[in-house]
């Protein structure tokens, strides 16, 4: 079992910045994935970072170029480091796990942390 607990989200001004962080614990292994989603109520959610223990990084989007994931694999942790926040970044922010190397579709994640809210107002 994984289990995955986010933290860092608040409620900020647009054009602000926030850093969210996942802490991992379980039986990982050496080779995963570690991904942030996000989901408003009623709408899917939806892919927006992703970061591979041997090196790719994915990004949506969206987020280029403001968003960066990272993460460090001995400590078992992940970050988001958002920039540049707009109103349209508010949502629930989940941290996501898979014991493979994938890509951004949530339904090969395998565990999924309980969520983080992000509000920016304008």
């Known amino acids: 079992q994984v289990q995955l607990v986010e933290s860092g989200g608040g409620l900020v001004q647009a054009g602000d910045s926030l850093r969210l962080s996942c802490a991992v614990s379980?039986?990982?292994?050496?080779?995963?994935?570690m991904a942030w989603f996000r989901q408003a109520p009623g709408k899917e959610r939806e892919f927006v970072a992703g970061?591979?223990?041997?090196?790719?990084?994915y990004y949506a989007e969206s987020v280029k170029g403001r968003f960066t994931i990272s993460g460090d694999n001995a400590k078992k942790s992940g970050y988001l480091q958002m920039n540049s926040l707009k109103p349209e970044d508010s949502d629930v922010y989940y941290c996501?796990?898979?014991?493979?190397?994938?890509?951004?579709?949530?339904?090969?994640?395998?565990?999924w942390g309980q969520g983080t809210q992000v509000t920016v107002s304008s």
């Open positions: 996501a796990f898979s014991r493979s190397y994938i890509d951004g579709n949530k339904d090969e994640y395998d565990y």
């Open positions: 379980g039986r990982t292994g050496i080779l995963y994935t």
């Open positions: 970061r591979q223990t041997g090196g790719n990084i």
